[in-house]
């Protein structure tokens, strides 16, 4: 079992949608999350810090479910720059110990249309 | 500007010719790590380094060799490159807590 796992789509919306992705971690240990969105052969770029509260920014809500292991992610009002691969990251302490690490999950691609 | 830069962006190389691919952060980061990008598998740790110095293998180490002799320097050295080695490498750098790892734009690695 992957230690982060995503769908990986493609979700296909159109402009003005609300879109869901969902993320799940295997590691109960760990101990921050993040959402990054990468561009079609770009870098990965952080989005949003992911809070055990849930926070928002914008059209952006991610949430975080520590009992059921999974992160989410919001967009609403999609538009066609949203267009991207979305990646889920965990900060983790590994299992064999040693310094924290960030796991990236395969992504999940969505793609707007007008 | 605060940015990781690495070169070559693009390279075709034949099986066991060695290479080395650059990265530089002008962060003053202490953390900085090479992670490759396969269709599929997401991004993989293919060596970090903690500070100069310090550095350790990752999830995928085989085949690599880094050094870290100054701060801002964490070169990537493929001895002898084969085709599995075929991938979009990407160099990271981020503050010692983690919490957010600035990107190289990657380098495209072909090898025939």
Redesign the interface.
Known sequence: RKE?EQD?GPFNVPEGATVAFNCTYSNSASQ?F?WYRQDC??????LM?VYSSGNEDGRFTAQLNRASQYISLLIRDSKLSDSATY?CVV?TAPFSG?????I????TRLAVHP | EAQVTQNPRYLITVTGKKLTVTCSQNMNHEYMSWYRQDPGLGLRQIYYSMNVEVTDKGDVPEGYKVSRKEKRNFPLILESPSPNQTSLYFCASSGRVLDEQYFGPGTRLTVT
């Open positions: 982060v990986p921050s993040f052969r770009k870098e990965p770029k952080l810090s990646l900060k040693g310094y924290n690490k960030l990236f999950g395969a992504g």
